[in-house]
């Protein structure tokens, strides 16, 4: 039997706001309010007739995968479960947009994830470049929910006014060169309590990015090495490329990669080069500074500092469901003196690879409505701490470290910066991928010696 998926998320009322949005609770909608058919939009794959670069960047980009990753495939099946399917179409919203405008994609009460062959390219090359406006901005309001309007079988929108195709009509669009054509999916509130899930645009906005102009694409519409300059100089990057097989060169030039940090996925699905992508963005983001004293006495105190700064993203680190994200700090200090022994370490990994629950982790800290802690999106009813590091920010951890009866010195004291996109718990526990690891990257590292005091 075939769920239906209508009910609004929970029991609570919905927002005056929301009663012209048909589709809530995703705010996602069609210029007419009227669902779309899958026949309105065009498979990916023939758009790589005339635009083959473009089409094989996206292909193994997180937004093609975006229905494909199956941590979002299992978790979306247990909230469908727990409420009753009230979540499908809120999550196909992002994850499968042209599903959930043409009410083609739910979930059986099996769990299988049903949804047409057209609609099944995750957040793909139609569906984008139909898009004609951001809709919560209308209400005075930020981006999410996938808050856009739709026009199927429009014309084609996109950042180049003198644009022309004999395959489809072509139209300017501001929006699109704009971070909030990307917050409409990269910032999520829960639609019953209002409680912000994933912030990312709301800390872009608050930033020194924001201020200088620097959109989202001008960073993940670009190599890693290049985001990094432009992060350095706040100066948008000038670059020229084809945007067709017509020998159509265009400036500004946007790659359709959208690099970010998921290189747990992309290896999942073997996409090897969007998952090194991902690894040399996080391995530009942050610096690490040490601060420790030029000696100390064995058997003494050894006082370590730990300064992390967020130096080149246009957002917090980490973000988006940083409930969910780990990144932390690992601080081991080795008595040289004894060849090297561990004479403290903090933030290391345990039995399974699970995380030490001390470790100084940087992110978000969710409660469901009985108190208990929680990562799951559908479950979260506040946020009760946010350690999360805002864009040009810093924060400095600090360490006691009691040296032990019989230390020598001198110590090294190593200090790196970790970053896994999920837990291994939650690997273990949702993608059936017996022994296989989280990948782990070292965002940062830095070393330093301390020399032994007189007593």
Excluded at 283 to 289: D, G, I, N, P, T
Excluded at 300 to 315: D, I, K, Q, S
């Amino acid at each position: 039997m075939v769920r239906l998926v209508f009910p609004l998320l929970l029991v609570l009322a919905v927002p005056a706001w929301a009663e012209e949005f048909v589709f809530y609770p995703k705010i996602l909608n069609t210029t007419t309010g009227l669902p779309a058919s899958p026949g309105q939009f065009v498979s990916a794959e023939k758009c790589a007739y005339c635009h083959p670069l473009q089409y094989e960047q996206w292909k193994g980009s997180m937004h093609a995968n975006a229905l494909a990753d199956p941590l979002f495939q299992a978790v979306w099946r247990e909230s469908s479960r727990e409420t009753g399917g009230r979540t499908d179409r809120f999550c196909a919203g992002c994850h499968a947009p042209v599903g959930a405008l043409t009410e083609q994609v739910w979930i059986r009460e099996s769990g299988q994830i049903v949804i047409d062959p057209r609609a099944d390219e995750g957040v793909t090359c139609d569906f984008c470049h139909s898009v004609v406006s951001v809709k919560l901005l209308e209400k005075g309001g930020n981006p999410g929910n996938s808050g856009l309007a739709v026009e199927p079988e429009g014309a084609k929108q996109g950042p180049y006014a003198d644009a022309h195709s004999t395959f489809h009509a072509t139209a300017y669009s501001d929006v699109h060169t704009r971070s909030e054509f990307c917050g409409a999916c990269h910032n999520v509130f829960h639609p019953a309590n209002n409680t912000a899930i994933a912030r990312t645009y709301e800390e872009w906005k608050g930033s020194e990015y924001a201020r200088a102009g620097i959109q989202c694409q001008d960073c993940h519409m670009v190599p890693p090495e290049v985001a990094a300059r432009v992060a350095d100089t706040m100066e948008k990057a000038v670059r020229t490329g084809l945007t067709s097989v017509f020998d159509t060169e265009r400036t500004p030039f946007f790659d359709h990669d959208f690099t970010g940090a998921n290189a747990a996925v992309t290896t999942l699905l073997n996409q090897w080069t969007r998952a090194n992508e991902a690894r040399l963005r996080l391995q530009s983001a942050a610096r690490l500074e040490l601060v420790v004293p030029d000696t100390v006495a064995p058997s003494r105190v050894l006082e370590v500092g730990v300064r992390v700064e967020n130096a080149r993203a246009g957002h917090n680190l980490p973000t988006s469901m940083t409930e969910l994200r780990e990144m932390w700090l690992e601080v081991t200090v080795r008595d040289l003196g004894k060849d090297g022994q561990v004479v403290f370490q903090s933030g290391g990994l345990g039995e399974g690879r699970r995380l030490d629950p001390k470790a100084r982790r940087f992110g978000a800290q969710a409660m469901d409505a009985d108190g208990r802690p929680t990562w799951k999106p559908w479950r979260i009813a506040r946020i009760v701490r946010d350690t999360s590091i805002p864009p040009r920010g810093a924060v400095t951890e600090r360490f006691e470290i009691s040296l032990p009866p019989g230390a020598k010195g001198p110590f090294e004291v190593v200090a790196r910066l970790l970053y896994r996109s999920l837990p291994q718990g939650v690997a273990d526990a949702y993608l059936g991928r017996p022994g296989w690891k989280v990948p782990l990257v070292e965002m940062a590292a830095t070393r330093a010696e301390v020399g032994v005091a007189g007593e």
